[in-house]
């Protein structure tokens, strides 16, 4: 049976999916970062993870399940924050809720489906919308950070719902999304 690679993502609603959008757009043709083109806009909740692809029944309907006892929150997203030296992203303001919700989640898979953030110790929960990843070249990224750093961005969203992303083998897709009870 294959294995496929999926993960777990909050996918911000419109007009906040476009404005990330753009931003992606705009630093391949800036500073020639590609990468983030290769998934929709999204905040990360539980890094990619290896599943036999003839037992995705099994996921979509556990992840369902999840998602129709979780209540919707905001949002905020503000400004750009880096990780050092490749990527750039959208900072999420800190919200207890979203932590709160990412822990339950993690949880859960641990639970029903025996799945682990490999690295979750070595690197806390730190939510953000990627718009430049790591194939930015370090000088580019002088220059981009030079451009970004002091740069504004300001949206809020309500998120109402969560998608699992599967890989087709260069790009990730949206396989399902799992809508929360209200």
């Known amino acids: 049976m294959n294995k496929e690679l999926y993960f777990i993502a909050i996918i911000p609603p419109s007009p906040v999916f476009e404005d990330a959008m753009e931003l992606k757009n705009y630093f391949k043709k800036g500073y020639g970062s590609r990468a983030s083109l290769n ?38 997203l503000l ?10 992203f959208i900072e999420v303001v800190k919200n ?29 929960f730190h939510p953000h919308l990627t718009v430049a990843f790591r194939d930015l070249k370090k000088a580019e990224f ?5 451009e970004f750093r002091e740069k504004k961005f300001s949206a809020t969203c309500r998120v109402n719902s969560i998608v699992l992303l599967k890989h087709d083998g260069s ?12």
Request: glycine residues 4%; proline residues 3%.
């Open 39 to 76: 998934s929709p806009p999204h905040i990360t909740l539980h890094m990619p993870f290896e599943w036999k692809e003839g037992k995705e029944t099994f996921l979509t309907e556990g992840l369902s399940s999840f998602a129709q006892t979780q209540q919707s929150f905001e949002l905020t």
């Open 79 to 88: 400004n750009f924050g880096s990780f050092e030296s490749r990527v750039i």
């Open 171 to 182: 790009r990730w897709q949206i396989f399902s999304e799992f809508n929360f009870k209200n």
């Open 142 to 146: 002088v220059k981009a950070w030079d």
């Open 96 to 124: 207890d809720q979203l932590e709160l919700f990412q822990k339950n989640l993690h949880r859960f898979c641990k639970k029903e489906f025996n799945l682990f953030n490999a690295n979750y110790k070595e690197h806390a």
